[in-house]
């Protein structure tokens, strides 16, 4: 009687038993090894943490903390997605490499609704190879020459003109006036000044403030502001647009939007995102190098003298040409330790420090699975300030990109990689260089108040970077 009651008892229980331990052993055999890491809160995960600002020379205490407890790949809980993050140099690459086969571009959805759904930022595939390659011909090196060049030094020139001996503002706003009217001009003719110009630099500074804060879409949210300034510069694109198609048969202009029009291929929805996904791309990230750079090199004097003794000697040169005349190409070429400047100031400040991807396979890397449709953060940021990478990461030092050391611009991602590398880096490179030209042969510098690039994570300076400037006589 008490023997199969006790067989009754026994028996489920360890039939269970039995059940959960085989259940047990094959999830641990199909598990995947994922790296380690914690998911945090649910839904918000360490979203919050990760977006904590921090100073711009460093990679912030989150990452700091979370590699040295888990490594430089790890799992966490970002942006609602389960996500993987990676400060490994090696996977940043491969993830960069695999673009389209691994790996796909993957921006949170407000930054589509913002940006529009056929922004180059956005758009995966064919689609997004047809936008890059007009992109890339609109900035081609013949271009760069020819017709960026000259343009780039006529807006430095007007720039800088308007500085007085002695005066004090704000460097991160001349830089962004600097950057905003040369894309103007380049994507739509628009000339700096301009009422019109004027207006689009507004309704483009409402826009940003939508981009870089949280997606809610209420009256009165900077994200609902944003999407109105989207609209506004929209009907302003396409005002442009109809402009032009109204003179028919006069002559096209040399524009990003003269160059897309000519694309009957694409809608007119499809050229008004591509117009500003470029205005986009190449405002803000080169603006907020050159005030990075202005902030270096007055903290290091040694590399101000250098790069000043290296554009004395190319104005000699221009000046046994002739009187006011204009950079040319070979002037450009020799700007080599500013190209050291410009790289130091990428690698140090980070305007870029990390871009959003997902696996679109099941990824085996270093020992570790990556799961199809996780997230996968590669920071580069982390990579560039790693003091297993680059001795005295904190330090600003362009004369570590002299020599031949090939780790130090292998290691270097200040403009993405593989399939979606930076389309403008050349063009940027060309501004910095331009600009900080006229820069060092006409002024000397100082911070006018104490002030510092912060991530948050876009990149600002707090106080603008006010500086006062002294004319070199
Ligand atoms: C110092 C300045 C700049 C930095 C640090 C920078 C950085 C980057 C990075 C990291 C990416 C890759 C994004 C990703 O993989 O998701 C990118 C893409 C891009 N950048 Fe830049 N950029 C700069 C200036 C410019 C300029 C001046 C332009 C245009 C005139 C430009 C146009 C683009 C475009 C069109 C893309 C998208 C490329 C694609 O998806 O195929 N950038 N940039
Ligand atoms: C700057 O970095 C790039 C890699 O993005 C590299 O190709 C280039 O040689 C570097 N320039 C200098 C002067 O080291």
Redesign the pocket.
């Known amino acids: 009687m008490s023997i199969t009651k006790e067989l009754l008892l026994f028996f489920p229980s360890s039939l269970l038993a039995l059940c959960v331990y085989f259940y047990l052993a094959g999830l641990n055999r199909k598990r995947p090894n994922l790296p380690p890491g914690c998911g945090g809160w649910p839904l918000i995960g360490e979203t919050f943490a990760y977006l904590k600002a921090h100073p711009a020379t460093t990679s912030g205490r989150f990452m700091e903390h979370h590699i040295k407890r888990y490594g430089k790949i790890y799992r966490s809980n970002l942006f609602g997605e389960p996500t993987i993050v990676s400060a490994d140099v090696g996977l940043n690459r491969f993830i960069?490499q695999n673009e389209g086969r691994l790996f796909e571009?993957s921006?949170p959805k407000s930054i589509g609704g913002i940006l529009g759904k056929w922004s180059?930022?956005v758009?995966v595939g064919e689609m997004?190879q047809r936008m890059?390659m007009i992109?890339l011909n609109f900035?081609s090196s013949a271009r760069l020459r020819a017709v960026l060049l000259p343009e780039v030094e006529r807006q430095t020139i007007m720039a800088i003109a308007s500085w007085k001996d002695g005066a004090i503002f704000s460097a991160q706003e001349e830089a962004k006036k600097f950057?905003f009217n040369l894309?103007a001009k380049?994507i739509m003719s628009m000339e700096p000044g301009e009422a019109e110009t004027e207006m689009l630099r507004r309704e483009y500074i409402t826009f940003m403030k939508g981009v870089v804060s949280a997606p809610l879409n209420f009256p009165g949210t900077p994200y609902w502001k944003a999407l109105k300034s989207r609209s506004c510069i929209l009907q302003m694109i396409e005002k442009k647009m109809e402009e032009r198609k109204g003179r028919i048969g006069a002559e096209e202009a040399d524009d990003l939007l003269g160059w897309a029009l000519k694309q009957s291929s694409l809608s007119k929805e499809q050229v008004m995102d591509l117009l500003l996904?470029?205005l986009f791309?190449?405002?803000e990230?080169?603006s907020?190098?050159l005030a990075l750079a202005i902030f270096f090199l007055q903290a290091c004097p040694k590399a101000l003298q250098q790069l000043r003794e290296e554009h004395q000697n190319i104005a000699r040169q221009k000046r046994e040409r002739g009187d006011d005349e204009p950079l040319i190409w070979e002037d450009y070429k020799q700007m080599s330790f500013s190209q050291c400047v410009i790289n130091e100031t990428?690698r140090l400040g980070n305007?870029?420090r990390f871009?959003?991807r997902k696996a679109i396979q099941d990824v085996h890397y270093a020992g570790y699975d990556i799961p199809r449709g996780w997230k996968v953060l590669p920071v580069?940021a982390a990579v560039h300030l790693d003091r297993e990478l680059y001795a005295e990461p904190h330090q600003f030092n362009p004369w570590r990109w002299q020599g031949c050391s090939p780790g130090v611009t292998s290691n270097f991602?200040?403009?993405?990689g593989g399939?979606?590398?930076?389309?403008?880096?050349e063009?940027?490179?060309l501004?910095?260089a331009v600009f900080l030209h006229h820069l060092v042969l006409n002024f000397e510098w100082a911070l006018a108040e104490p002030d510092s690039a912060f991530a948050y994570p876009y990149l600002d300076f707090p106080k603008g970077l006010p500086i006062k400037v002294q004319a070199i006589a």
């Open positions: 960069l571009c921006y180059m930022l758009l997004h890059r992109s900035l950057t894309m380049n996904s470029l791309a190449g405002h990230t080169s907020m190098a990428l305007v870029v871009v959003h580069f991602m200040g403009y993405g399939p979606r590398l930076c389309a403008g880096s063009l940027a490179k501004e910095i």
